[in-house]
């Protein structure tokens, strides 16, 4: 089975918004076994929508599209579909039965044009969207499927994962597949790559690297003709790696890092405390995601201005003169003040340069420190990070959480 992905509307061909609906769907497909051979991103225009689902439907097996399912008037994918597929519009009394639920449970005027979203191309299915009120679309050709889904992408994931993964599952038959990720942090695509070449894995695993900042993902999918079949492929390949990876290796599938470093806190009933300079508080942000954080983070500081981390750290002057605030000197005294002043057992602190402005001879921009104080120890890391602001501090913070995490798991 081959697929194509069509997301539909002027706000992502006008660069107002960001696809992610696409990447998304690409990789539950991929998880499937599913090549995904083309993205196509159209307007909400009819002659464009008509001419791309025609385009789509000459190539692929399976075409999913998102987006111009609502009941304005620029929501013309189901009629778009019915025109192409000659399969006039058909109206859908349950549909429209939870369209009226929809709005009288949120005490709600129902607008006539919200019934729009009842009508469906003859012979569809509709999928039932447990966020919105349009519902997707499941509809079999000779030779072909259409899934058709919302374009907000929470209304989106929630009818794929409910609805279409499930039916894309049994359409398989005859074989199994198995999937999992590898998530890793502190190590390039390329070495990773390098630790794959000097195994063996077997024609029926399929490996993906999925870069991220200063992250990757190794996604393995194996196709067998029985599940237990596909488990063991999926072994032979995931244990050899992850003996190569070793400490870069942080969790697999959803894990997060922040995740990762709750669980390995509370497990060894550590509390922490976090200062911040050129982060701004990301890292605390990130920590803070996790719920049931409060059992480990005690608090947090932006100690922006030098004052604070004289005040409130216990940084100083002399430091501060002497090795300015961006030094291993001044990240080592954070992370000691911020721990004694929560009294937590661990301290992190992140003092650098974000840029553009800031850098000296001797500091560029992108120069970072981060500490670890523990009452018994401070290790400090100089860091140098390359990109625009926003990057170097996500650069910044993602490197003091894998920090904590190495110095947890030692």
């Not at 990789?27 to 008509?50: F, K, M, N, W, Y």
């Not at 120890?377 to 913070?397: H, P, V, Y």
């Amino acid at each position: 089975m081959h697929a194509e992905l069509l997301t539909i509307g002027s706000e992502l061909t006008s660069g107002a918004t960001l696809n992610t609906n696409a990447a998304y769907l690409a990789l539950r497909l991929a998880e499937l076994g599913i090549p995904c051979q083309r993205h196509v991103t159209v307007s909400d225009e009819s002659p464009s929508l008509t001419a791309a689902l025609r385009e789509a439907l000459a190539r692929c097996d399976l075409l999913i599209t998102t987006g111009g399912l609502g009941p304005t008037f620029d929501d013309l994918t189901m009629e778009r579909i019915a025109h192409v597929t000659g399969r006039p519009l058909r109206f859908h009394a349950t549909v429209a039965t939870t369209i009226r639920r929809f709005y009288s449970r949120r005490h709600r005027r129902l607008q006539r044009a919200a019934l729009r979203q009842a009508w469906l191309p003859q012979g569809g299915q509709p999928l039932p969207n447990p966020l919105g009120t349009a519902p997707g679309l499941w509809l079999q050709l000779p030779q072909q499927r259409i899934i058709a889904l919302p374009g907000v992408p929470r209304e989106m994931r929630a009818i794929m994962e409910r609805s279409v993964l499930p039916r894309l599952k049994r359409l398989g038959a005859g074989r199994a597949i198995e999937s999992l990720t590898l998530r890793t942090a502190g190590i390039v695509e390329l070495s990773i790559e390098a630790m794959l070449r000097r195994l063996r894995i077997p024609p029926n695993v399929q490996v993906g690297l999925y870069p991220h900042l200063r992250m990757v993902d190794v996604r393995l999918t194996a196709t067998a003709p029985s599940r237990s079949a596909a488990r063991r492929a999926l072994a032979r390949v995931e244990r050899p790696l992850r003996r190569a990876l070793g400490e870069d290796l942080y969790g697999t599938d959803e894990d997060t890092l922040e995740a990762v470093i709750g669980r390995l806190l509370v497990t060894h009933r550590k509390t922490l405390a976090v200062a911040e300079s050129c982060t701004g508080g990301l890292v605390c942000d990130r920590l803070t995601n996790v719920s049931g954080s409060s059992r480990y983070l005690r608090a947090g500081i932006v100690a922006y201005h030098n004052d604070i981390k004289r005040r409130q750290l216990g940084v100083s002057d002399d430091v501060l003169t002497r090795d300015g605030a961006v030094s291993a000197q001044v990240a080592g005294r954070m992370a000691n003040g911020v721990r004694r002043l929560a009294r937590t057992d661990m301290g992190l602190a992140i003092t650098g340069i974000a840029g553009p402005t800031g850098a000296t001879r001797n500091k560029p921009v992108g120069l970072v420190y981060l500490a670890l104080a523990d009452g018994r120890r401070t290790i400090t890391r100089r860091c140098q990070f390359f990109g625009d602001r926003l990057s170097i501090k996500m650069q910044a913070a993602q490197t003091a959480l894998d920090f904590l995490r190495r110095h947890l798991i030692r």
